[in-house]
């Protein structure tokens, strides 16, 4: 671990990883207190790379790649830089059920019913179209979906077909989950490079890799539910982190390589002492305001407690009907760990792991208020949503910093 109040250390395993293959979504066994999993890597730069390809090959999104690396050139990173890779995820608040989707996290998460899950960036609505913060069903799995514009498309681009068929052409990409809100889909994309961003026009981008994956593993009648919690807290060991993640508006500002307007996000500061607990007098808050100040989505340490010390704790969110999983660690080992890093595969130049286990737990969340379903992306048929990128990633590769 970094020194305190620092980033948690890289290559950190913080909870029951069970395979994490570059370019491969990750799964992770979780308990009913399991808070947190995942872990930071670091990679250096190779020539050739560039930011975007880092991220797919870590399956993170784009914004995702350049909040955690400020200041790097995210075409022509420099060869030798190190770079982290922003694998931990505090679990969202709420139901452990389905599918649940953070748009403040731009971050699709799935529990089945085995204790297990599986989490996948994605790219959400552009600034202006939103998708319900509410909850729905998945009631139609499509493979080799047609994509039919609707009138609102053609009226910014009337370049557009009428009708666009299963291939490279299709902004569906090859598979689509199709859920109660007619307009919305979760769907795979023609523009991998847009995962990660405020791409579309409701609907939710995953890479092609990832949807193949979540496509194959989710039945119909699966619950989906939208959020937006862009901060949480939570204990990893013997110190409290933060982590926030930009707002939709510094998302546009980071993708397109402007200065990011600070925006502390609200109620940092209820989110940090509700997880605190009893250990709230040990809080840096100028750490976490910070931390809200650069919303990097890296996990950032704000206190620390004795080890062994036992966490004030509030009622865990799970999926009752999950059995539940196996203990991450004994309390009597807790300042011991036992190692459960084994099957991780890290690219070349990326740091050697450290065995080390996560215990906390998640504040509760702040409410939000479902807004309206939109009707201004109607489908001209049911069964075919609309959505298309709202903006090429590809422009920006051949923007004025010239490099693509």
């Known amino acids: 671990m970094t020194s305190p109040r620092g980033v948690l250390g890289c290559a950190l395993v913080i909870a029951g990883l069970l395979s ?5 979504a990750a799964d992770f066994a979780v308990g009913p207190e399991t808070q947190v999993v995942g872990q930071v890597q670091s990679y250096v730069v190779q020539q050739g790379d560039n930011l975007a390809d880092i991220a797919r090959k870590f399956d993170i999104g784009y ?14 990173p420099p060869v030798g830089k190190t770079l982290l890779i922003p694998s931990v995820y505090i679990l969202p608040d709420g139901p452990r059920k389905g599918i649940v989707i953070n748009l403040g996290e731009r971050r699709l998460y799935y529990f089945p019913r085995n204790g297990a899950m599986q989490t996948y960036p994605i790219g959400i609505g552009a600034i202006g179209f939103d998708t319900p913060h509410s909850t729905t069903t998945v009631v139609k799995k499509e493979p080799n979906p047609v994509w039919i514009p609707p009138p609102s498309i053609h009226e910014e681009n009337p370049d557009v077909p009428d009708r666009v068929g299963p291939g490279p052409d ?17 769907h795979g994309t023609n523009k991998p490079d847009g995962v990660g961003r405020n791409v579309s026009h409701g609907c939710i981008h995953l890479y092609p890799e990832d949807i193949e994956k979540l496509f194959n593993a989710v039945a119909l009648g699966t619950p989906v539910r939208v959020i937006d919690q862009p901060s949480a807290a939570a204990w990893i060991q013997t110190g409290l982190y933060v982590e926030v993640h930009p707002s939709k508006d510094q998302a546009d500002e980071i993708d397109t390589e402007t200065a990011m307007t600070p925006d502390p996000p609200a109620g940092l500061r209820d989110i ?14 100028n750490a976490v305001d910070q931390a809200g100040m650069r919303r990097s989505g890296l996990p950032i340490e704000v206190a620390m407690r004795a080890p062994g010390a036992p966490v004030a704790s509030s009622a865990a969110p799970s999926d009752t009907s999950a059995p539940p999983g196996p203990p991450l ?10 190692p459960i890093f ?13 065995d080390l286990v996560g ?6 969340a702040t409410g939000y208020a479902p807004p ?16 298309q990128d709202v903006h090429d990633l590809q422009d920006l590769r051949r923007g004025s910093n010239g490099s693509r």
């Open 20 to 24: 994490a293959l570059p370019g491969a």
């Open 342 to 354: 084994g099957t991780l595969q890290l690219p070349p130049g990326a740091g050697a792991p450290q």
């Open 170 to 186: 299709n902004p569906l990409g090859d598979f689509a989950l199709r859920l109660g809100w007619k307009n919305y889909l979760i």
């Open 359 to 364: 215990n906390g737990f998640t504040p509760p």
């Open 329 to 338: 660690f004994a309390p009597e080992t807790a300042s011991a760990p036992t």
């Open 272 to 285: 940090v002492n509700a997880a605190a607990g009893d250990a709230a007098q040990a809080v840096d808050w």
């Open 372 to 387: 309206p379903s939109r009707d201004d992306d109607a489908a001209t048929a049911p069964e075919i949503p609309a959505d």
């Open 63 to 76: 914004t995702e790649m350049l909040a955690a690396n400020p200041a790097v050139a995210p075409w022509t």
